[in-house]
């Protein structure tokens, strides 16, 4: 068993479980405006530590998550 080190960044496929996990916990009834997508993301990224440049792939994989959600949910 690896041991993990916090000081290193979490990598990317463990990150996006992480987030579509925080999108799940919030059982939006409607996609995020874009005021509060940009706030999310900007969160996650903080919290996964993993920089500005990860940004464009956090909100990649949130607008992939609500076509998801808001397809099997009917809504």
Do not use: N
């Amino acid at each position: 068993m690896r041991e993990h080190d916090d000081a290193h960044h979490t990598p990317y496929s463990e990150a996006k479980s992480e987030v579509e996990a925080k999108l799940r916990k919030q059982q939006l009834t409607k996609p995020l405006t874009e005021k509060e997508m940009a706030a999310f993301c900007e969160a996650m990224v903080r919290q996964l530590d993993l920089g500005p440049k990860a940004l464009p792939e956090i909100r990649s994989w949130t607008l992939a998550w609500e076509t998801d959600w808001f397809r099997s949910s009917g809504g």
